[in-house]
């Protein structure tokens, strides 16, 4: 039966799960706060250059693949995009660089730069990461909406050990210092600490291996604008500038939204790809939410903020040792996460990561240019930093690190930039606390623990996004969007 469908948010979970439902005819309307669709993948155009908002590692693209599948259209009429290898180049505090390849022949050539002994332990941490793919992929796409679906997992988690923290993990079969960061830092990509993300989010890892790393041509807007594309030729309409600031609920049903200015739009089915935390606070008033109370809101672990500076040049930097992807590392890694993660005081160090998109793609920054992202992991707001005066001076000290250790004369050759912090996160994307990815991925806030698909308090509330189950980076998101429109209308089997 056709339903009326409301999405509020247009990032990469809302506008998979509204593509879904508009594939199978539904009438599917998305609400967006912002100018223009994306979420946290929104791309900014400045001075001609092109900035992509959020996510620039793209991986598993069988999974937008699928999205125009169902549509009965190519994904390669729509976007374009580019395998990239070394997926990243990882430098330690010293600048010597570490490269991330696909192949394993390639990586292993690289581990023996820095430590020839490491390279067997490394084949051995691929071979159980493996394992853990092959154990726990299938869960990716599914709902954990009992406890039941919780302790199916169990025993392989304990059989795998995946609910070792990611470094520990890959400690085991890696002992130069270096490699042990280089190899351990994927859960910096979805919100969690190495030192206690549990080791079945390596499913990262093989991911990569398994479908490489990529970038879209024109950048992640090119994504946005593909998907945008292709909900709206199916039938799906957007409504841009239009904040909502309530959920409407009558006992334990969702009946449709609030808007800023006032107006009401009715539904049978809500699909949130708003924060979940933000939302439960501040959308739905507390006498009707049951489990999510402010406290219990109050008690959940969230991730890290981040501080981001976009910047064009006017020269290009084709001499500096910088591929696509860069993170850059210091010499105080375990006490930097640790400050970061328990939202003390901003730190005064950094580790660092550097978007270089126009070594791929010269055509989003202006004919002999550069177009960078510099992005540093912070505290979330929960630290007390005022960002208001904290901002500049913590922009020039990264800027002058890259200056004197990457880009010469970075700043005199600056034509357009734009930054980000946790203020953003918190007052334009409605992010509790200013969180950038919601929720930590720790052992306890994954899987059936994780807020769910489908609200616990409401039965046709749904949630897609970093914030419900399977958690942040691209792929997941997706999948929390497939997830909730298979629990709204489920493909019939076979």
Same mark, same amino acid.
């Given at each position: ?5 409301? +999405? ?6 809302? %506008? ?11 009438? +599917? ?68 660089? !570490? ?8 990586? %292993? ?18 071979? *159980? ?21 919780? =302790? ?11 609910? %070792? ?20 830092? *994927? ?82 089915? +809500? +699909? ?63 006490? =930097? ?12 160090? !950094? ?15 202006? #004919?002999?240019?550069?177009? !960078? ?8 707001? #929960? ?6 005066? #904290? ?9 002058? *690190?890259?200056?004197?250790?990457? =880009? ?35 052992? =306890? ?33 997706? #999948? ?15």
């Amino acid at each position: 039966m056709k339903k009326k469908i409301i +999405v509020i948010g247009s990032g990469f979970g809302g %506008l998979g799960a509204a593509i879904r439902l508009a594939a199978k005819g539904h009438d +599917v309307t998305v609400f967006e706060k912002r100018d223009k669709p994306g979420g946290r993948g929104y791309q900014y155009d400045i001075g001609g250059f092109k900035f992509d908002g959020g996510p620039t590692v793209i991986t598993a693209p069988y999974m937008f693949d699928e999205l125009f599948q169902l549509a009965g259209r190519r994904r390669t009429d729509y976007f374009e995009l580019i395998p990239l290898d070394p997926f990243y180049r990882i430098f330690d505090a010293e600048g010597r660089h !570490f490269d991330y390849y696909h192949r394993l022949e390639d990586i %292993l050539a690289e581990i023996e730069r820095f430590s020839p002994a490491d390279a067997a332990g490394y084949e051995k941490f691929i071979q *159980h990461t493996r394992r853990i793919f092959e154990a726990f992929y299938h869960c990716t796409d599914r709902p954990f909406l009992t406890l039941g679906s919780m =302790l199916r997992i169990m025993p392989d988690m304990i059989r795998l050990q995946a609910f %070792l923290s990611t470094h520990l993990h890959v400690a085991r079969y890696i002992k130069h210092p270096f490699l042990r960061q280089a190899l351990s830092f *994927h859960p910096l990509l979805i919100g969690g600490s190495p030192f206690d993300t549990p080791a079945i989010y390596t499913l990262i890892v093989q991911f990569e291996k398994q479908w490489g790393v990529y970038y879209a041509k024109g950048g992640t807007g090119a994504i946005v604008q593909g998907l945008s594309r292709l909900f709206t030729e199916l039938g799906g309409r957007f409504h841009f500038n239009c904040e909502v600031k309530e959920i409407l609920v009558d006992g334990r049903r969702a009946t449709g939204v609030k808007l800023a200015d006032g107006s009401v739009e009715r539904a049978d089915v +809500v +699909v949130c790809n708003g924060d979940v935390a933000y939302s439960y606070r501040y959308l739905i008033p507390a006498q009707y939410r049951r489990k999510y109370s402010d406290g219990h809101i109050e008690r959940m672990r969230f991730s890290n903020s981040l501080f981001v500076v976009y910047f064009g040049t006017r020269r290009r930097y084709q001499d500096a040792p910088l591929r696509h992807h860069n993170i850059m590392l210091n010499r105080r890694y375990r006490g =930097l996460l640790r400050d970061i993660f328990s939202s003390a005081p901003l730190p005064d160090d !950094f580790a660092l990561y550097l978007h270089v998109p126009t070594v791929t793609d010269p055509s989003v920054a202006p #004919a002999g240019c550069e177009s !960078f992202y510099v992005l540093s992991l912070v505290p979330d707001l #929960a630290s007390g930093t005022d960002w208001t005066r #904290a901002a500049r001076p913590y922009r020039d000290k990264i800027m002058r *690190h890259l200056e004197e250790r990457y =880009l010469p004369g970075l700043q005199a050759h600056i034509v357009a930039e734009h930054h980000i912090d946790p203020l953003h996160f918190q007052n334009t994307l409605n992010s509790y606390r200013g969180a950038a990815f919601a929720l930590k991925p720790t052992l =306890l806030q994954s899987a059936w623990l994780r807020p769910h698909s489908r609200s616990e308090d409401f039965e046709n509330l749904y949630f897609v996004g970093a914030g419900t189950h399977p958690g942040a980076g691209v792929p997941s998101v997706l #999948a929390s969007g497939k997830i909730a429109a298979e629990l709204i209308d489920p493909t019939p089997a076979g």
